[in-house]
């Protein structure tokens, strides 16, 4: 194979690796922008649910809640959660 040869076919690869590398940026870009904010695990954004890491309701706190965690987490939504939060999707345990 002759050096003008290898010069471009490395010059196609490069081209494809660019290629790829936007589509898979383009790709986490949409993602990230796509309505409710959705974390990894896709849960929901704190804001989304209007989390507040002190309940004004001592009867409703993320600690007595269906979707709790313990010992910091919860099932819906993403991040650290305080056992004495609270947010709009708070639902009593069962039993
Ligand atoms: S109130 Fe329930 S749903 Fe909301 S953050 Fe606390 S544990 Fe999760």
Not at 27 to 43: E, R, S
Not at 80 to 93: L, N, Q, R, S, T
Request: hydrophobic fraction near 40%; proline fraction near 5%; glycine fraction near 12%.
């Amino acid at each position: 194979m002759s050096q003008q040869n290898d010069k471009t076919r490395r010059g196609i690869l490069k081209a494809g690796l660019v290629a790829v590398g936007g589509a898979a940026a383009a790709g986490a870009a949409h993602a990230a922008g796509a309505g409710v904010q959705h974390f990894a695990q896709d849960k929901i954004a704190p804001a989304a649910v209007q989390y507040v890491d002190k309940t004004k309701n001592p009867a409703q706190r993320c600690d007595n809640c269906v979707n709790w965690e313990a010992p910091a987490g919860c099932k819906i939504v993403s991040g650290k959660i305080a056992p004495e939060g609270w947010c709009i999707a708070w639902a009593p345990k069962s039993g």
